[in-house]
């Protein structure tokens, strides 16, 4: 079965509708049903952009030390030379609520790819990107802290990044919104296995991967709410603790009623914690 045919990667440069490439006009992205982030408020998050002289929002990243990273594993693939170093066309915004402006521009040097990443079943979506140099902290750049607890349904959490704030149907053709300026924040509910099982069976149709309850979560708000093209590799955080329990990854359509799935921080805590150690200052 080809799941990448029913898929969105939320990813704005490599994204796939029922398995149509996106022309590149459309790679630009948003949250869907979120509202401007409050200036200064998620201080972790991280801009991913690519581009030299016009540059274009790419993926969201947090930064969990200050050399390191977490995005999304296909966030970065379409940027790995082939001596299998990363191209110096992908950059980083960090301390700015908009992602073409303000803040601090951080420079990459490398990165380190989960190595059970699978890019057919969409699973271990994980990769940490290393900066040339030590990020500098402030009070508007600072480290998020990652949560190893397994998190069950019904958890208040929330995602801010900077992707598509909504899609257009008209005779059935998608028509994506232009990538907002502005940091977006949407709160939701995790959702339990179950719940998540069912609910994108149904969305799917039966036609996604099964959900890995050790290894991804579920969050859910409501129809016309949720993550889409450039959110993939932001930070999804539980309100009560303010910890990163999820990466954004994938899910069925932008925001038409099926739950939206995270790698869980649980699930990839060894090679965390192993990437995390090569790095202590």
Same mark, same amino acid.
């Given at each position: 079965?080809?799941?990448?045919?029913?898929?969105?990667?939320?990813?704005?440069?490599?994204?796939?509708?029922?398995?149509?490439?996106?022309?590149?006009?459309?790679?630009?992205?948003?949250?869907?049903?979120?509202?401007?982030?409050?200036?200064?408020?998620?201080?972790?998050?991280?801009?991913?952009?690519?581009?030299?002289?016009?540059?274009?929002?790419?993926?969201?990243?947090?930064?969990?030390?200050?050399?390191?990273?977490?995005?999304?594993?296909?966030?970065?693939?379409?940027?790995?030379?082939?001596?299998?170093?990363?191209?110096?066309?992908?950059?980083?915004?960090?301390?700015? $609520?908009?992602?073409?402006?303000?803040?601090?521009?951080?420079?990459?040097?490398?990165?380190?790819?989960?190595?059970?990443?699978?890019?057919? $079943?969409?699973?271990?979506?994980?990769?940490?990107?290393?900066?040339?140099?030590?990020?500098?902290?402030?009070?508007?750049?600072?480290?998020?802290?990652?949560?190893?607890?397994?998190?069950?349904?019904?958890?208040?959490?929330?995602?801010?990044?900077?992707?598509?704030?909504?899609?257009?149907?008209?005779?059935?053709?998608?028509?994506?919104?232009?990538?907002?300026?502005?940091?977006?924040?949407?709160?939701?509910?995790?959702?339990?296995?179950?719940?998540?099982?069912?609910?994108?069976?149904?969305?799917? $149709?039966?036609?996604?991967?099964?959900?890995?309850?050790?290894?991804?979560?579920?969050?859910?708000?409501?129809?016309?709410?949720?993550?889409?093209?450039?959110?993939?590799?932001?930070?999804?955080?539980?309100?009560?603790?303010?910890?990163?329990?999820?990466?954004?990854?994938?899910?069925?359509?932008?925001?038409?009623?099926?739950?939206?799935?995270?790698?869980?921080?649980?699930?990839?805590?060894?090679?965390?914690?192993?990437?995390?150690?090569?790095?202590?200052?």
């Amino acid at each position: 079965m080809e799941f990448s045919k029913v898929l969105f990667l939320f990813i704005a440069t490599t994204s796939f509708v029922f398995g149509v490439p996106l022309s590149p006009s459309d790679h630009q992205p948003f949250i869907i049903g979120g509202e401007d982030a409050p200036e200064g408020s998620a201080p972790y998050t991280v801009a991913l952009i690519f581009g030299e002289r016009v540059m274009f929002q790419l993926c969201g990243a947090s930064l969990i030390s200050r050399r390191l990273m977490l995005t999304a594993a296909h966030c970065i693939e379409s940027f790995i030379a082939d001596d299998g170093g990363l191209l110096k066309t992908l950059h980083s915004r960090v301390g700015s $609520n908009q992602w073409n402006s303000g803040g601090t521009m951080v420079y990459l040097k490398g990165y380190h790819m989960h190595p059970q990443w699978d890019s057919t $079943n969409i699973k271990y979506d994980t990769a940490v990107l290393v900066t040339r140099e030590p990020v500098h902290l402030t009070d508007r750049v600072t480290l998020i802290s990652l949560s190893y607890e397994f998190i069950e349904g019904n958890e208040r959490s929330f995602v801010a990044g900077w992707g598509r704030t909504g899609p257009r149907f008209e005779e059935n053709v998608i028509h994506l919104q232009p990538t907002p300026d502005d940091k977006q924040v949407l709160y939701m509910n995790t959702l339990d296995y179950d719940q998540c099982q069912e609910q994108m069976k149904i969305a799917s $149709n039966n036609n996604a991967p099964p959900i890995e309850r050790d290894i991804e979560l579920c969050t859910f708000h409501s129809r016309g709410h949720g993550m889409c093209f450039g959110d993939s590799g932001s930070a999804l955080v539980r309100l009560s603790t303010m910890q990163q329990i999820g990466i954004v990854s994938w899910g069925y359509n932008c925001a038409v009623g099926a739950p939206d799935v995270h790698v869980r921080i649980y699930g990839i805590k060894d090679f965390l914690e192993s990437t995390m150690a090569l790095y202590e200052d």
